[in-house]
C-alpha cells in the first residue's frame, strides 16, 4: 500500500522543533509528506483534531534543502501545549486522515514509546520503515 493512500501513519517524533518549551514542529521527507492530501500541500495548511475533539488549522511548510539536509524537507507546527497540545518531543504520534464531506482533517495521538498503544500501532501499520540518515526515525502505516 503506498502511503498516500493509507489513513493511517505513525512516526518516531524524536526531539522535534520550535522553541524548547514546546517542540511541536515535526519535519518530514518529501516522500513521508505524501500521507498528507494534495490540498494540503498545495496549500501548505493542515487542520489537527486533537484527542479531546479541538480543531487547529496549523501550518505544513516546504523548507526543500535550504538548511543542507540531505533531502527536501517539510514542516508541520502541531498544536502546542498552549493550544491543548500534548509535549511530543521523544514520543510516538500517530494520524489519522478522516474525510468528511469534502474536508480532509487529521486526528493525532500521542503516546510514550514502548506504551500498549504505541505497540498496537506498531503491530497494525503493515508498513514498518525507517528514516534515512544518522538519527532515522521508525514509521509505519496503514
Same mark, same amino acid.
Given at each position: 500500500?503506498?502511503?498516500?493512500?493509507?489513513? *493511517?501513519?505513525?512516526? %518516531? @517524533?524524536? @526531539?522535534?522543533?520550535?522553541?524548547?518549551? *514546546?517542540? *511541536?514542529?515535526?519535519?518530514?521527507? $518529501?516522500?513521508?509528506?505524501?500521507?498528507?492530501?494534495?490540498?494540503?500541500?498545495?496549500? %501548505?495548511? +493542515? !487542520?489537527?483534531?486533537?484527542? @479531546?475533539? !479541538?480543531? $487547529? +488549522?496549523? #501550518?505544513?511548510?516546504?523548507?526543500?534543502?535550504?538548511?543542507?539536509?540531505? !533531502?527536501?524537507?517539510?514542516?508541520?507546527?502541531? #498544536?502546542?501545549?498552549?493550544?491543548?497540545?500534548?509535549?511530543? &518531543?521523544?514520543?510516538?504520534?500517530?494520524?489519522?486522515?478522516?474525510?468528511?464531506?469534502?474536508?480532509?482533517?487529521? &486526528?493525532?495521538? +500521542?503516546?510514550? @514509546?514502548?506504551? #500498549?498503544? &504505541?505497540?498496537?500501532?506498531?503491530?497494525?501499520?503493515?508498513? +514498518? %520503515? $525507517? !528514516?534515512?540518515?544518522?538519527?532515522?526515525? %521508525?514509521?509505519?502505516?496503514?
Amino acid at each position: 500500500m503506498p502511503l498516500n493512500t493509507a489513513t *493511517h501513519f505513525w512516526i %518516531e @517524533a524524536g @526531539a522535534m522543533s520550535g522553541d524548547p518549551n *514546546h517542540r *511541536h514542529q515535526i519535519e518530514f521527507s $518529501h516522500d513521508l509528506v505524501q500521507f498528507f492530501d494534495p490540498g494540503a500541500l498545495a496549500t %501548505e495548511i +493542515v !487542520t489537527i483534531r486533537l484527542p @479531546a475533539g !479541538t480543531l $487547529h +488549522v496549523r #501550518p505544513l511548510t516546504y523548507r526543500g534543502t535550504d538548511y543542507g539536509q540531505w !533531502t527536501a524537507q517539510w514542516r508541520l507546527g502541531l #498544536p502546542t501545549v498552549n493550544m491543548g497540545g500534548p509535549p511530543y &518531543a521523544g514520543r510516538i504520534l500517530k494520524f489519522e486522515r478522516i474525510t468528511a464531506g469534502g474536508n480532509v482533517i487529521y &486526528a493525532i495521538e +500521542v503516546e510514550d @514509546a514502548g506504551s #500498549p498503544t &504505541a505497540n498496537g500501532w506498531r503491530a497494525a501499520g503493515g508498513n +514498518v %520503515e $525507517h !528514516t534515512g540518515g544518522p538519527h532515522g526515525r %521508525e514509521y509505519g502505516y496503514w
